[in-house]
T-cell receptor, first 115, second 115 residues
Framework: AQSVTQLDSQVPVFEEAPVELRCNYS??????LFWYVQYPNQGLQLLLK??????LVKGINGFEAEFNKSQTSFHLRKPSVHISDTAEYFC?????????????FGAGTRLFVKA | NAGVTQTPKFRVLKTGQSMTLLCAQD?????MYWYRQDPGMGLRLIHY???????AKGEVPDGYNVSRLKKQNFLLGLESAAPSQTSVYFC??????????????FGPGTRLTVL
């Protein structure tokens, strides 16, 4: 069965430090992978996605993620975070099913960037 | 191009009252979704629609009904509100097309409190 696990519920980090938010998934078929970001009191917006091709995906605001098929992971990274990156980040996995897609979201990781 | 809009932004109900949340999208998307977001639980799918006139149950459909009479609109109804339905509700839409992998576009959310 399809599932998504975000391994950290909260990640505190100092400004200008690197960060990695971890996401593991399980699926028996080929998947599409996404990271969404939710700023306080806003809806989710797409940060980046992996559909096919290069396993290293670059997104907005300097974030990138690497698809690792053997480890079924899609970890999100940023080499130097800013205060403005404080938000909740959601990993999502989408697979093709009869009639369309089935997408599942992880529980979210709250990134808190400290000065 | 407004994207996905939700009405209202905030609402307070008393137990047993009814209400309808309206979602509208101007991107000609086939798929539309209603989620609820609760602390520590991420996004949970309530109902979804794969096209005008069709609806289907998601993960947590009890206590909710939906309708998709027009392609651009997706309504979520609460017939008899309960305190357990206090949550933030998000509407999303996506294009049915393999290359996009179900990239979802979210509205700003409706914060509902049931007393």
């Amino acid at each position: 069965a399809q599932s998504v696990t975000q391994l950290d519920s909260q990640v505190p980090v100092f400004e200008e430090a690197p960060v990695e938010l971890r996401c593991n998934y399980s699926s028996s078929v080929s998947v599409y992978l996404f990271w969404y970001v939710q700023y306080p009191n806003q809806g989710l917006q797409l940060l980046l996605k992996y559909l096919s091709g290069s396993t290293l995906v670059k997104g907005i605001n300097g974030f990138e993620a690497e698809f690792n098929k053997s480890q079924t992971s899609f970890h999100l990274r940023k080499p130097s975070v800013h205060i403005s990156d404080t938000a909740e980040y959601f990993c999502a996995v989408s697979e093709i099913v009869a009639g369309g897609f089935k997408t599942i979201f992880g529980a979210g990781t709250r990134l808190f960037v400290k000065a | 191009n407004a994207g996905v809009t939700q009405t209202p932004k905030f609402r307070v109900l008393k137990t047993g009252q009814s209400m309808t949340l309206l979602c509208a999208q101007d991107m000609n998307h086939e798929y539309m979704y209603w989620y609820r977001q609760d602390p520590g639980m991420g996004l949970r799918l309530i109902h979804y629609s794969v096209g005008e006139g069709t609806t289907a149950k998601g993960e947590v459909p009890d206590g909710y009904n939906v309708s998709r009479l027009k392609k651009q609109n997706f309504l979520l109804g609460l017939e008899s509100a309960a305190p357990s339905q206090t949550s933030v509700y998000f509407c999303a839409s996506s294009y049915w097309g393999g290359p996009t992998g179900d990239t979802q576009y979210f509205g700003p959310g409706t914060r509902l409190t049931v007393l």
